[in-house]
Structure formats: structure tokens, C-alpha cells
Nanobody, 123 residues
Framework: QVQLVESGGGLVQAGGSLRLSCAAS????????MGWFRQAPGKEREFVAA????????YYADSVKGRFTISRDNAKNTVTLQMNSLKPEDTAVYYC????????????????WGQGTQVTVSS
């Protein structure tokens, strides 16, 4: 069974940093693109960042461009999201996702999802 498990969420002051990690299992990790999404209370789940199978190409939502960095380690079956200069509007549950196509900026492009990790940014 495919399983994605996020970790690293927490509480941070505005302007601070957090690093999220996602551990994947159940199929060959290097064959799949990875993405990060987030969902705030009462809002739709939105795209944050994506990375291709090799890690050579990345793409970011305009709202996080220049502040967040996605990376992957195919030897360890992990993908990470480094979040800097955090803002209160970044507060959300962050989800790791896996799919066959690099950069589909909707939830429909990904077929497996983690359970999420809470990120809270205080003002």
C-alpha cells in the first residue's frame, strides 16, 4: 500500500522558518512527481509546490515563490518543504502528495495523499 507521512509542522512567529518532511513508501518513489498542498480552515485545498521525478525541475505557487523551497532525496524516499519568511496567512494543514505527472496545480493531478501536518504562524 502507498503511504505518505508528513512531519515537521508546528508553531512559529511571523518571519520564522519551518522545514516539513514527507516519507513515502509502497511504490518506486523515483518514478513519481511530488507536490505540497495546504488547506486553511474553511478554505479549499490549494497548490503550494511541485518537484519532478529527478528533482531537477520545481514549480511554486505565486504566494510562496521566493520563500519556500521544495526538494527530494530519492535514496531516502523523502520530499521536503523548507519554509522561510513565514506569514500568518501561511497557517494551514500541509499535505504531501504523489502523482504520475510533473506539475498539475490541482488536487486532481495527484493520486496519493498524506494525512497532513499543522503549521501555525503567529503575528
Amino acid at each position: 500500500q502507498v503511504q505518505l507521512v508528513e512531519s515537521g509542522g508546528g508553531l512559529v512567529q511571523a518571519g520564522g522558518s519551518l522545514r516539513l518532511s514527507c516519507a513515502a513508501s509502497g511504490r518506486i518513489f523515483s518514478n513519481y512527481a511530488m507536490g505540497w498542498f495546504r488547506q486553511a480552515p474553511g478554505k479549499e485545498r490549494e497548490f503550494v509546490a511541485a518537484i519532478n521525478t529527478s528533482g531537477g525541475r520545481t514549480y511554486y505557487a505565486d504566494s510562496v515563490k521566493g520563500r519556500f523551497t521544495i526538494s527530494r532525496d530519492n535514496a531516502k524516499n523523502t520530499v521536503t518543504l523548507q519554509m522561510n519568511s513565514l506569514k500568518p496567512e501561511d497557517t494551514a494543514v500541509y499535505y504531501c502528495a504523489q502523482g504520475p505527472v510533473f506539475f498539475v496545480p490541482t488536487t486532481h493531478g495527484y493520486d496519493y495523499w498524506g494525512q497532513g501536518t499543522q503549521v501555525t504562524v503567529s503575528s
